[in-house]
């Protein structure tokens, strides 16, 4: 199992910027990709940003150019840089760790952190 545990939430204005992170712990060293999903209220949960081991990376539309994903491979983290967040980035954040088992990837979440844009 692989235990996803995220930080750095929270209330900003539009504007500005916040800094998640995600650390992931017990059977990692078969880690293909870390990523970020939102999910709004009443949405269904999107993806955000994804880098792989290999350090390919994938944006959605709606965050190129705003946020950046990064990841530290020795400390199995992953981090969000989001800026000039829009009241529409608002949302539960979501860490996801695919993992490589024997016939595919098994997907762990973390529990979510709030990100709320707002004057």
């Known amino acids: 199992q692989v235990q996803a545990v995220e930080s750095g939430g929270g209330l900003v204005q539009p504007g500005g910027s916040l800094r998640l992170s995600c650390a992931a712990s017990?059977?990692?060293?078969?880690?293909?990709?870390m990523g970020w999903y939102r999910q709004a209220p009443g949405k269904q949960r999107d993806l955000v940003a994804r880098?792989?081991?290999?350090?390919?990376?994938n944006y959605s539309d709606f965050v190129k150019g705003r946020f950046t994903i990064s990841r530290d491979g020795a400390k199995n983290t992953v981090y969000l840089q989001m800026n000039t967040l829009k009241p529409e980035d608002t949302a539960v954040y979501y860490c996801?760790?695919?993992?490589?088992?024997?016939?595919?990837?098994?997907?762990?979440w973390g529990q979510g952190t709030q990100v709320t844009v707002s004057s």
């Open positions: 996801n760790v695919e993992r490589r088992v024997s016939g595919g990837i098994v997907h762990h």
């Open positions: 017990g059977n990692s060293f078969s880690i293909n990709a």
């Open positions: 880098i792989t081991s290999g350090s390919t990376i």
